[in-house]
């Protein structure tokens, strides 16, 4: 009887122990993003969506962990955004494949390091802002030149010259800023469509002759910080400043030109021919 009871004790030892298991496993599993996302997918959304504050979905949200995300076979997708800052743990590898009517992704606020798109051929609108990549050809080597017309990539670790962009013909909006890209802006005469373009804390430090797209809205930045070489050509701009505000004049503001308004005002002055 002592000897049963034992046994019975034991196996409600085991018993608890594996339920406890199974609970953490479960969890682990409902908190996983891929299955978050796989669920999503199950329905053929057009969009995935996981920014923007939400009470009732942030607290879904915030548990939300994996640092890796594919997505594959979703035929009607159009739009993936994920904000790092939602979620419970930031993405370092993230994979798109064959998503036909993909159009857009943005995964801003993560440390990715690595991305694979195959298979997209809509893709036109892509946001890596503040992320780890550094693999410039790699990245643009998967996107179509043809179809792309806004990169944003803010915020990263490339160390690179614009010639890479050179064939991207249909890009529209440009963000290279707080990277290492260097040399001159040359390469961007190429793109006569593009608007609007950001590469304040770079070091890019010439070429201001070639920048002369039109409507083009560029922004390189206005403190003059001496730890990036983007301040030769932020000095040469901000002399012809005026305040879009006047209210702005006060020394507690910080100063904000229209760099294309400036840029204009350069041109007419330096340039002559190119």
């Known amino acids: 009887m002592i ?8 196996l409600y030892g085991l018993y608890k122990s594996i339920a406890c298991f199974v609970e953490l496993i479960a969890k682990e599993i409902m908190s996983s993003l891929q299955v978050f996302v796989d669920k999503k997918l199950l329905f053929d959304p057009t969009e995935i969506v ?3 504050f939400d009470a009732n979905e942030f607290s879904e949200w915030k548990n939300l962990k994996g640092d890796g995300l594919v997505i594959e076979n979703a035929s009607i997708l159009q739009k993936v955004e994920i904000d790092g ?3 419970g743990e930031k993405l370092r590898t993230i994979s798109f494949m064959n998503c036909p ?4 992704i943005k995964f801003i606020h993560h440390e990715l390091v ?6 997209c051929p809509r893709l036109h609108d892509v946001n890596f802002y503040n992320n780890r990549l550094s693999d ?3 990245l643009l080597g998967q996107l179509d030149p043809e179809i792309v017309a806004s990169i944003w990539l803010v915020g990263n670790q490339f160390k690179a010259i614009l010639e890479p962009f050179v064939k991207f013909t249909e890009i529209v909006y440009l963000g290279v800023s707080e990277n290492r890209f260097y040399g001159s802006l040359e390469p961007l005469q190429k793109l006569r469509k593009l608007s609007y373009f950001m590469f304040e804390k770079t ?13 083009c809205d560029v922004c390189c930045g206005y403190d003059e910080d001496e730890r990036y070489k983007v301040v030769t050509i932020q000095r ?3 002399k012809y400043g005026q305040f879009d505000n006047q209210e702005l004049n006060k020394k507690e503001e910080k100063k904000r030109f229209n760099h294309s308004r400036n840029l204009i005002k350069w041109r007419e002055e330096h340039v002559k021919a190119v």
């Open 203 to 215: 070091d890019i430090d010439s070429g201001l002759e070639y920048l002369d797209i039109d409507p």
């Open 136 to 138: 410039l050809d790699g």
């Open 3 to 10: 000897l049963f009871q034992a046994w019975l004790l034991a």
């Open 85 to 87: 800052r939602y979620i």
């Open 114 to 119: 690595a991305v694979t798109i195959k298979g």
């Open 236 to 238: 040469a701009l901000n």
């Open 50 to 52: 996981i920014a923007g």
């Open 101 to 104: 009517n993909l159009e857009e």
